[in-house]
């Protein structure tokens, strides 16, 4: 239950209040989450007057701040389109007025597509105040900040991305979701996910074979209420093979 | 606490709020009710909608301090009434006027939601698509409608305030024809197809009023009706679209507590010791009551008439908990949060039993007793020792003597899920004892007279002590007509002696509401070569969950209803072979109850799929098949003798079947001759493991409740010559309200505007059993019609005195009077107006209030029938399902008003929808949820859905005064076997158990691989 709210107008205001280390203090982004929480007596740093909502493109490179809402980032002209059709699976119109791209990534739990398309584009997180960067893998393993708060997100924009999920409706939370990315040089990065706590990293290599063999493993332990692994395994194989022959003939024609 | 300063619906404000506060709590305590609380915890239902800075967003997830500096907008600021008395206003904002205008509004309970989502698009977008639109508001759930009409609503908003507000330039009938009496066996055009040969979306006209198509009778096109039969406004409508305060929750008392309850943990336990001391002592709190703190008095929750049909087996709170969400105890704080403290101070020590998740573990020798309460009150068959609620067994004809006469006899078994209502108002109740000390219990209920019956005992209470208020209510489909919460805040006010407001949030929704009985069917059918079905076996095992509520009564409908279709041909239509055997046990699961079909839908799943899968087998056409087999016109539901809801069954004849009609006009819509057995259709170019299939379901259900069920009403006359009618019917969003005052205002002549209706309150009202069974426009409606009858003979009498003193040469009798256009006109012309009549008959002549009452019992459920269709895409190889299209042709008899009819069956398909491919409640070994959100628990979203189309095949029913048979219930039967039998035409699968998922679709389709390759 949130105890406290501050709204600092200036980064070092808000530096401030994350120094004074007598409460606990979290950053908030829209609020979509964290304004329902049950946590006994949090502090909370509404972020959303530190300039933090901007979309750049710095060459192949967009750098998203995180307070951008998932909304904006779908209205943005940076945002290649096969992203934009993941972010709108991962939330209704209300929620992307509202949840910012910073805490979509803090909250990401293994069935948010953005997350799971996110972690196969390789987005890094830009933490506050020492510009550290922090893989989104990284973030997804051990949930530890490397900083007061995320101050942006990057990925490449020269990256080919494929999504594909199955769910019991078009708009429901993927059982399975499997996103492919791949890079000008032939790097393919695979992630996927539709169960547990977060998205998982199949495979980053220079090429793509052996990548059903990687998803067949990665989903050998997969079951969970929902679906089955020996499901999940036959199914995660079957939109591998579709999205590298899609991937192929689009290569082709 | 902050001082907030936001601009609201244009005003500046500045408001004192505590940190952590939600916009919504800020909004409803500041007496802003048009915000709604839909009890989720991620935002996902999208009731309490907002504009901030012209954005939806929704207000229970947003902090009030985070729109310091912003502007806000909810419903209050958009739209008012244009005729104030002697103010003008500019009057309803055009989406308001839309959604009005278009049926777009059931419950209204996200009304307000959809105006401000479709707002913000048409500021941002003039001239969206239908697909932008559906977009616009998939933020926002509604579980009445189906979404059509909202996006044609906003559509039609779109293009008014475009400017095109000539009439002429919205009519678009390309595609949609407008409605039409077209003759039978006449095909319709179909729908054009997409270039990729998928079916259009839901083609949209821009007509003033969206009517359904309709097939008219004979006997229906002679009947000359002013009011029957058009689609008049919703009576409620103009005070839904503003957000007026018209629910229960909407409402401030002053020192009104609020309550909440400890549920249990865990799923079979007794309660060996319990301390309250901690939780009372918490500064804020007012009571806080355990098992031992009040009454032990044994009830049903049930809401159906006295007897209650099924067994005695629960108490407000008691010293055993039998399902994880079960009662412990109950809390009334000052606030919300100092409640949910208070819950935690509450020191419980359970003793642990073994449970019974699964119900075919109930009945076994050894098996835990759940309810072994020496008060326990047996009905019927049922017997606690055997954990057995209900038990029924019906042999008609000679069923084994039939399956020897067969040539073929089919078995196989069938599962149906648990699923929940889930409508969008989460159960909420607020006590208080008025002035004369009688307790009001003001609750969102389909059955207030039935819960002031049921817990004047509970209560300690005499029932002439309680008053119970039903305003309007935001959906319940069936999951109110239980007495479920109202006794918590009830039992907190006699504690406190103040007011209590309790509303479920919706995780208790989903732990510790009602929701439909989950079953394991097997069926048994004995065939002839030729399709004449010789015998039909249905045996059920019914798992009511921790309480019996409803078991017996939902559990026989699954047999009365499926299992009455199909009687047989030839010797067999005459004495028809049918069994229908039912257990129907206790398990430590969350308490079953009723649901919009009551019990129907789970037998039209087997029974659907059972007939498709034995039509294929013999090679014979799925329709041709049904339909010589189906019941026909003239003769006896055969179920009428043999059971009644656990009462004495009495035979009934069947007077009108339209299901031959419905069959042909719904495959003429759907293009059933072009796609079934076209192996080009169901093939989808260019994706090899896409698969299209279409699928039917023939369906029957029940209007009303036989020798039972009754409903009142009172019309008096006002002075302008408007009427009052009071009905103790209750409408939960169905436009019942609507069509009881088309009906009035047919027999009394005068327009809908002139019948102000009041539903329903048992201080004021006359009884009504409420709303269930399908039977407010057929029971009510008959009651309705006698009162204004009684009304119309005292206007006429009046009127042909005053018309003879005016005209003194006129000779004239009452009877010859017609009442029409607010007149009292006799045959040679001369005519008083019903005012005059009323100030002759209040203040002038022979003094009196014109006034006059109904009530109405039938001895015949005459049934609606429908054929239901459905189109899917199959991926074969992951066992995704897309489903493209629903149809539903439904002979409901007359249709009253063709828009909320049409609109039942939009939002029934719906929801039926979900039951065919997403919806379920599953426990874990412990009986904890899995579902506890609308996350996890997907319903349909507007940006989602598959196109919808309906058409009305209206016969005469004669039992009834305007010839009405049923709608609401009758669309939920069919969508899951049509489209189960849709995937089984794509891809040769076979799925016994709904929902389809993805898995058990892949392992159906595994399996069928695996016998091919055998």
């Avoid at chain 1, 200036?10 to 950053?27: H, I, Y």
């Avoid at chain 2, 129907?600 to 799929?609: K, M, N, S």
């Avoid at chain 2, 010589?628 to 809801?645: D, M, V, Y």
């Amino acid at each position: 239950m949130i105890k406290e709210y501050y709204r600092p107008k200036t980064v070092s205001e808000a530096e401030q209040l994350f120094k004074r280390g007598d409460n606990k203090f979290v950053p908030l982004g829209g609020g979509s989450v964290l304004s329902r929480s049950k946590e006994e007596d949090l502090c909370v740093v509404d972020l959303q007057e530190l300039g933090l909502n901007q979309v750049e493109v710095v060459g192949h490179k967009a750098i998203l701040g995180a307070t951008v809402t998932l909304q904006q980032l779908i209205e943005s002209d940076s945002i290649p389109i096969h992203l934009k059709e993941v972010i709108r699976r991962s939330a209704t119109i209300n929620i992307r007025n509202q949840a910012t791209l910073g805490g979509y990534v803090v909250s990401t739990d293994g069935r948010s597509p953005l997350g799971i398309a996110l972690m196969a584009m390789d987005a890094v997180l830009i933490w506050h105040p020492n510009q550290e960067t922090q893989s989104l893998g990284d973030w997804f393993s051990i949930r530890q900040p490397r900083g007061y708060w995320i101050k942006g997100i990057q990925f490449n924009l020269n990256v080919e991305l494929a999504y594909e999920q199955v769910s019991r409706t078009p708009m429901d939370q993927p059982i399975l979701a499997v996103a492919i990315a791949r890079w000008a040089s032939g790097r393919v990065r695979i992630a996927i996910g539709g169960f547990g706590k977060s998205p998982i990293l199949v495979l980053d290599g220079p090429e793509d074979s052996g990548l059903i063999e990687a998803v067949k493993n990665a989903l050998s332990d997969s079951g969970d209420e929902w679906a089955s692994a020996e499901y999940r395994q036959a199914v995660g194989e079957v939109l591998v093979r579709r999205m590298m022959n899609k991937n192929a003939s689009d290569y082709q024609g | 606490m902050k001082t907030v300063s936001f601009s609201l619906n244009g005003i500046v404000l500045h408001w004192e709020v505590s940190d952590g506060e939600t916009l919504l709590t800020s909004l409803r305590r500041e007496g802003y009710f048009g915000v709604k609380f839909g009890g989720c915890e991620k935002g996902e239902c999208g009731a309490c909608t907002v504009l901030l800075d012209g954005k939806p967003v929704n207000s229970c997830s947003l902090l009030t301090v985070q729109v310091n500096g912003k502007n806000v907008q909810t419903i209050e600021g958009l739209g008012e009434h244009p005729d104030q008395g002697w103010k003008k206003t500019p009057g309803l904002h055009p989406v308001q006027q839309a959604l009005v205008e278009s049926g777009a509004i059931q419950c209204g309970y996200c009304t307000p939601a959809f105006a401000l989502a479709a707002k913000a698009l048409l500021e941002k977008n003039p001239n969206p698509s239908e697909d932008e639109v559906r977009e616009a508001i998939a933020g926002v759930l509604c579980r009445c409608t189906g979404y059509l009409k909202p996006v044609q609503a906003i559509l039609k908003a779109a293009a008014k305030l475009r400017g095109e507000s000539d009439e002429q330039d919205w009519v678009d009938d390309t595609v949609f024809p407008l409605p039409v009496d077209w003759p039978s066996g006449e095909d319709e055009p179909t729908v054009p197809e997409n270039e990729s040969g998928a079916p259009r979306r839901q083609v949209l006209t821009r007509r003033k009023v969206f009517m359904p198509r309709m097939f008219i009778t004979p006997e229906v096109r002679q009947k000359t009706l002013s009011r029957i039969g058009k689609p008049e406004l919703k009576v409620d409508a103009i005070k839904l679209v503003q957000g007026k305060p018209a629910f229960a929750a909407d409402i401030e008392k002053r020192g009104m507590l609020i309550a909440k309850v400890l549920h249990s943990p865990v799923a079979h336990a007794r309660i060996k010791h319990i301390d309250l001391s901690k939780a009372r002592a918490l500064p804020g709190v007012a009571a806080v009551l355990c098992y031992k703190d009040i009454p032990r008095v044994v009830y049903s929750t049930a809401g159906q008439s006295d007897p209650i049909p099924g067994p005695l087996d629960t108490f407000s709170l008691d010293s055993k908990v039998r399902f994880v969400g079960d009662r412990v105890a109950f809390v009334a704080a000052e606030t919300e949060e100092i409640a949910e403290q208070a819950l935690k101070l509450i020191e419980v020590e359970y003793e642990p039993l073994p449970a019974i998740l699964d119900a075919r573990e109930a009945m076994k020798p050894g098996a835990p007793i759940i309810h072994d309460e020496p008060e326990y009150v047996n009905f019927g068959e049922s017997n606690p020792q055997k954990n057995l609620a209900a038990q029924i067994h019906i042999d008609i004809g000679d069923v084994e003597k039939g399956f020897e006469e067969a040539d073929r006899i089919y078995e196989a078994e069938y599962v149906v899920p648990k699923v929940q209502q889930a409508h969008i108002e989460p159960h909420v109740v607020v006590t208080y004892w008025d002035e004369d000390d009688r307790l009001v219990i003001r609750t969102s209920t389909q059955v207030p007279f039935h819960v002031r019956r049921i817990l004047a005992p509970v209560l300690g209470l005499p029932v002439k002590r309680i008053r119970v208020i039903k305003p309007r209510i935001g959906g319940g489909f069936g999951g109110k007509q239980e007495v479920l919460i109202e006794d918590v805040a009830a039992h907190l006010t006699i504690a406190t002696g103040r007011p209590v407001m309790y509303e479920y949030t919706r995780e208790e929704e989903f732990i510790a509401a009602r929701s439909r009985h989950p079953m394991r069917i097997r069926m048994k059918t004995g065939v002839k070569l030729d399709g004449t079905i010789t015998a039909n076996e249905m045996r059920v095992l019914s798992d009511t969950g921790a309480y019996g509520c409803h078991g017996l009564t939902v559990t026989g409908n699954t047999g009365h209803k499926s299992m009455a279709l199909y009687v047989g041909d030839g010797p067999y239509r005459k004495s028809p072979n049918i069994r229908f055997y039912a257990d129907i046990v206790y398990t430590n699961t969350p308490p079953a109850g009723a649901y919009r079909g009551y019990g129907v839908p789970q037998g039209f799943w087997p029974v659907e799929r059972h007939m498709e899968r034995i039509s294929r087998d013999l090679g014979l056409d799925p329709i041709a098949f049904r339909l010589k087999n189906a019941i026909r016109e003239g003769e006896l539901h055969p179920f009428s003798t043999a059971w009644s809801e656990g009462r004495e069954p009495r035979p009934e004849i069947i007077q009108t079947v339209g299901l031959e009609e419905c069959v042909r006009q719904g495959k003429a819509i759907i293009g059933w001759d072009q796609k079934f057995g076209n192996p080009e259709w169901h093939r989808v170019p260019g994706k090899p493991y896409l698969r299209r299939g279409i699928g039917v379901a023939l369906v029957m259900q029940g209007t009303a409740i036989p020798y039972l069920d009754m409903g009142g009403a009172s019309i008096k006359m006002n002075d302008d010559g408007s009427f009052n009618l009071l009905v103790g019917a209750t409408d939960l969003g169905t436009g019942s309200d609507t069509v009881l005052a088309q009906m009035a205002a047919e027999v009394l002549g005068v327009p809908v505007e002139d019948i102000i209706v009041y539903s329903s309150d048992t201080d004021f009202t006359p009884f009504d059993k409420g709303a269930y069974a399908s039977s407010t426009t057929y029971i009510s409606g008959a009651a309705v019609v006698k009162a204004a009858e009684d009304v119309a003979e005292k206007i006429k009498k009046r009127a042909a005195r005053m018309i003879k003193e005016r005209y003194p040469n006129v000779q004239i009798s009452p009877e010859e009077i017609l009442l029409e256009d607010r007149k009292a006109i006799a045959p040679s012309g001369e005519y008083v107006t019903l005012e005059q009549v009323a100030l002759n008959a209040l203040h002038h002549t022979d003094q009196e209030q014109i006034m006059g009452i109904g009530s109405y019992y039938s001895p015949v459920s005459p049934p609606p029938f429908a054929a239901q269709f459905a189109e899917v895409t199959v991926d074969v190889e992951t066992g995704q399902v897309t489903v493209d299209r629903l149809v539903m042709a439904v002979d409901s008899g007359v249709i009253v008003n063709p828009v909320t009819a049409s609109g039942q069956i939009e939002g029934g398909m719906t929801q039926a929808l979900g039951y065919a491919v997403c919806e379920e409640m599953v426990y874990d070994h412990h009986g904890q949820a899995r579902e506890r959100d609308l996350v996890d628990y997907h319903i349909f979203r507007a940006n989602e859905m598959p196109q919808l189309e309906t058409v009305f095949i209206q016969t005469y029913e004669p039992s009834h005064p305007f010839g009405v048979k049923a709608v609401a219930e009758i669309p939920m039967d069919g969508v899951a076997p049509a489209v189960g039998n849709a995937i089984l035409d794509a891809c040769g699968a076979d799925v016994f158990e709904n929902p389809i998922t993805p898995e058990r679709l892949w392992r159906a389709l595994k399996a069928k691989r695996q016998v091919a390759d055998h």
